[in-house]
């Protein structure tokens, strides 16, 4: 008799297979919750620094955009008043749960560059800008501002400057103004004097503009050498040019009798302006 086919019966898993099977199969999904837990905590950490990023980006744009309209030379607050924002505090209305806080330090910048001035050993000799610009630092967080463990609970600081405001000099005119007395020089005898630049209708200051200077002269060639920081703001006329020589002593040259006054020279916006001291007589000995 011929041997008949035998068919094989399909084998299944034993005992021990499907144990191990549903142990990978835990084994994956703890990593796969683990994994979605964690992306959700970070997810939900990202979004509350980004608000507090979005509640000192807010807030700086309002200080700058009040600073615009209230300051002068625009507005009628000087520049240097910073009552209305520095270390005030409150709660931004769409995110409650966010405390701001805000400081307002001064700030002293160069020109053209800081790099380049701060190497001057001699102050005077450095183009500094003291009263111009504040820094404003915002500082957003929940609970407490000081940094703490934890990526939720760190605060958000945010910091910026914001300089003064600048007019156009042909639509709101601007005068310089010397300041000092008519005087009277004898040989090597000095005089001081200051300058500024002011809106002429309502006399506010643009504070930290640069000068420069030099002698008109009236009656004879009146002539003079000038001194002082580099920024022009203030300066010393002295009777007397001292000229360098390349052996001995300097030549000191003097032109008396005769009689002038000191032009202070700036440009502000692309517009040169000036402004004179009150006459200076140069006498002999």
Known sequence: ??????????????????????????????????????????????????????????KLEEIRAWSRVHHQPIGATAFSDWTHWDNTSGSDPDYPAIQWKV??????????????????SDVNRRRLMPSSCKQITVTAFTGSETPVVGMGQRPVVLTTYIGQASQDPTTVPCEVIV???????????????????????????????????AMDPTVGPAVGNFSGPR???????????????NSGPPLDVYC?????????????RGKVLTGQTPLIDMVGP
């Open 1 to 58: 008799m011929a041997n008949l086919p035998t068919l094989k019966r399909p084998r299944g898993l034993s005992m021990a297979e499907a144990i191990v099977a549903m142990f990978v199969i835990l084994g994956g999904f703890t990593v796969i919750f683990r994994l979605f837990h964690t992306a959700m905590r970070y997810s939900t950490l990202i979004q509350a620094q980004q608000e507090k990023v979005r509640v000192a980006q807010n």
């Open 103 to 120: 400081k307002v330090d001064a700030i002293s910048l160069a020109s053209p560059c800081s790099l380049f001035e701060m190497a001057e």
């Open 179 to 213: 300041s000092g007395s008519p005087v009277t020089l004898a040989r090597d005898a000095t005089a001081d004097y200051s300058v500024l630049l002011r809106t002429q209708a309502d006399r506010y200051e643009i504070l930290d503009v640069f000068f420069r200077w």
């Open 231 to 245: 920024s022009g703001r203030q300066t010393t006329i002295i009777n007397r040019i001292r000229i360098p020589q």
């Open 256 to 268: 008396a009798p005769s009689s002038g006054a000191g032009r202070a020279l700036c440009k502000y």
